[in-house]
């Protein structure tokens, strides 16, 4: 959604400013910096963000602390993974959710 935002932030500007305000001094930094977010911008509505560091598990166990209304979640993984560090999180998707949950990650990196 504010991929799309900015998108039409920067069509509205390019359309709409005056033609001689490119002949300005800032004009090419705003041509760079407005190409290098509408690039990120395509990247996120292609959902390529983070393509790379992907991996596949499944869900060995699950249990609910309802105590401090905590839910631990411990996986298996099927696929790579380059290690973590504690305190980093991690965008988990389950089959039957369609968006992404952000679940923070316990424990020291394992290789």
């Known amino acids: 959604m504010l991929a799309i935002l900015y998108l039409l932030l920067v069509v509205h500007c390019v359309v709409l400013m005056k033609f001689t305000y490119w002949g300005e001094a800032i004009a090419p930094l705003l041509a760079i910096l ?16 983070g393509a790379r560091r992907r991996a596949v598990a499944v869900i060995e166990e699950i249990v609910h602390h309802s105590d401090n209304r905590v839910l631990k979640v411990s996986l298996k993984l099927t696929d790579r993974w380059p290690g973590h560090e504690a305190g980093q999180f991690a965008f988990v998707t389950l089959s039957h959710l369609r968006c992404a949950q952000m679940l923070w990650l316990q424990g020291p990196r394992r290789h």
């Open 34 to 49: 407005m190409t290098g977010g509408t690039v990120a911008a395509f990247i996120s509505l292609f959902r390529r963000v």
